[in-house]
């Protein structure tokens, strides 16, 4: 089941379909986005606010690709030192052969 939930962003009233139980998630995105505006218009480094929404969506898309990499990169350390204790368990488990006799 659909909400329909109001949030401002950049000044402008939007009505959002938003997923039952998720409207706290829509409102911090909504306040991140605004944050996120805020400080690029105070940083004078856009003319208008369709660039500020361009360097925003940009920075999140940024935002995104590296947390999509790190994650990737910690999947695959973690693959490793499974690997690693698996291999050492199974040394470990393995019956030594009697090297005295």
């Not at 950049?10 to 829509?26: F, H, T, V, Y």
């Not at 660039?51 to 490793?80: P, W, Y």
């Amino acid at each position: 089941m659909r909400n329909k939930v109001e949030v401002t962003i950049a000044g402008r009233k939007l009505k959002i379909a938003c997923p039952k139980g998720q409207e706290s998630a829509l409102f911090a995105a909504a306040t991140e986005l605004n944050n996120r505006l805020e400080s690029i218009a105070e940083s004078g480094a856009v003319n208008s606010p369709d660039q500020a929404m361009m360097m925003v969506a940009l920075n999140l898309a940024n935002d995104l690709l590296a947390n999509k990499a790190q994650q990737e990169q910690e999947r695959i350390d973690t693959q490793s030192k499974i690997e690693l204790l698996q291999h050492t368990i199974e040394q470990a488990l393995t019956p030594q052969i009697d090297k005295s006799a």
